[in-house]
């Protein structure tokens, strides 16, 4: 048997930044850009827009892969679970599907090719969001139930044209759910450092109190949702003031907390650095930031690290691309991970 105090705990960390629109969340996680970090940055709707808050150097450290998932083609999913399970794959960049068959029919398509497994810890992968994703995962469940004949929750078989009105019942929530514990399971033994950006939930506990968490899926899936992260981080308005927690204590209505009791609420200017330096900040009183205060001091050149020179950051894009290559089909790989994918997924071409 192994004693605890030969063991080493994976310095990789994974962080769930979870609120309302509009309150900063997509802002804080791009901030690792700003210390010195390689963001890989999966945008699965048009919040990456923000991105363009960073300065220049900044930007040169981030590399961007679309996943534009809608109901008419919900890709989402089944490429989350493909980059999820860390093996080599290639994503074409019309459909944002994993080895597409219909790009690879076409010469001049474009590819982006994804290997989380070869990532060093230099690198953040950040998925945004996975409330999208979670959608995905049910409009992949209710297709599959349409091909499959099967009744919607309201006893009524539909065809494909009919989508649209299928009402959910236990069997999609199923399908649903288990996609996701696949993905969140993933996300929870992976080696990469990961941020998973999501909207909210309110449920009510056990003990009849009603508290705040990331919303993926449904909002009794939700309530185990905080589990495969090591890190919560709650982002509100409130006072006009942003906040940013990450500490268990910060509100009893609000499921936030960190495996290493690393607090950023007490930041002067949030950062999500504590997270991947282990260092613990010391608690002072400035507490709580005016939002515009904030939100500028995310983009000014004074809070970026030494490290983050201009000469830095083209070293740090080089790695990254070398790892990213942007190929044609004669030179892709074939994409693996079949055992994470679902095999019959509503847009196989
Ligand atoms: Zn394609």
């Known amino acids: 048997m192994t004693k605890l105090s030969n063991t080493v ?8 930044i979870f609120g309302e629109p509009y309150t900063g969340k997509s802002t804080l996680a791009m901030t690792p850009a700003t210390f010195g970090k390689l963001l890989l ?3 699965f709707d048009r919040g990456h827009t923000v991105l363009r808050k960073l300065a220049p150097h900044q930007q040169e450290l981030v590399d961007l892969v679309r996943i534009p998932d809608t109901k008419d083609n919900p890709v989402g999913i089944q490429t989350a679970l493909k980059v999820i399970s860390g093996a080599a794959i290639t994503i074409c960049e019309d459909h944002a599907a994993v080895d597409c068959a219909v790009c690879k029919r076409v010469d001049s398509s474009l590819w982006t090719s994804v290997n989380l497994n070869a990532l060093s810890l230099n690198t953040v992968v950040v998925f945004d969001h996975i409330t999208q994703i979670a959608d995905s995962a049910m409009q992949y469940a209710i297709e599959r139930s349409i091909r499959n004949h099967e009744k919607d929750a309201t006893g009524v078989v539909l ?3 009919e989508k649209d009105y299928f009402k959910p019942g236990h069997g999609q929530y199923m399908m649903q759910g288990f996609l996701m514990t696949k993905f969140l399971t993933n996300v929870q033994q992976s080696n990469n450092h990961i941020i998973c950006i999501a909207h909210v939930a309110e449920v009510e506990q056990e003990d009849g109190k009603k508290k705040l968490v990331p919303l993926i899926g449904s909002v009794p899936y939700s309530r185990n949702s905080p589990k495969y992260f090591d890190h919560l981080v709650c982002c509100e308005v409130t006072n006009k003031e942003h906040r940013f927690a990450s500490d268990t204590t910060y509100s009893a209505s609000i ?3 960190s495996r290493r009791d690393i607090s950023i609420e007490h930041k002067g200017k949030p950062t999500l650095e504590p997270f991947f330096s282990g260092s613990i900040p010391k608690i002072s009183n400035t507490g709580v930031v005016e939002a515009k205060k904030v ?3 995310l983009v000014t050149p004074a809070i970026v690290s030494p490290v983050a020179s201009v000469n830095d950051a083209t070293k740090k894009r ?9 190929t044609t089909p004669t030179t892709t790989t074939s994409a693996t991970s079949a055992n994470t994918q679902p095999t019959q997924g509503p847009n196989t071409p």
């Open 318 to 326: 080089s790695e990254l691309l070398a790892r990213l290559n942007k």
């Open 159 to 161: 065809d494909m044209k």
């Open 41 to 43: 940055w999966f945008s």
């Open 255 to 257: 499921v936030s907390g």
């Open 295 to 297: 939100l500028t001091s």
């Open 9 to 16: 705990d994976s310095e990789a960390q994974h962080i769930c």
